[in-house]
């Protein structure tokens, strides 16, 4: 069973949720304009994947934590927009209460 790489899947979906084109993205994160749609479109369809740097750049542009990028369910991807969205004390409590060592 061949994983797939879910960088590409979960860049497109950020992107197309804030309405960014492909080279707007690009522009912004520092890409030279002249450049800036191809390359954004060789990471979406996986053909290249941006170093750490620059996927660094794009999470934050995107408003998405860089571990996004990395989880291959939809599920995870989502809880991890959320959990990047708590404030550390919530995060604590949330791992307080998952892990069922919740204090009364």
Do not use: W
Not at 56 to 61: F, Q
Not at 81 to 102: P, V, W
């Amino acid at each position: 069973m061949s994983l797939q790489n879910p960088i590409p899947i979960r860049l497109k979906e950020a992107r197309k949720k804030v309405t960014l084109s492909q080279k707007a993205l690009g522009i912004r994160i520092g890409i030279d304009e002249s450049s800036a749609s191809a390359r954004m479109n060789q990471y979406e369809k996986g053909k290249h994947a941006p170093d750490i740097q620059t996927l660094k750049l794009i999470a934050e542009e995107l408003d998405v934590p860089l571990n996004y990028f990395f989880c291959e369910e939809e599920s995870s991807a989502k809880l991890a927009c959320l959990i990047a969205k708590l404030s550390e004390e919530e995060r604590q409590e949330l791992i307080n209460k998952l892990s069922g060592s919740e204090e009364s």
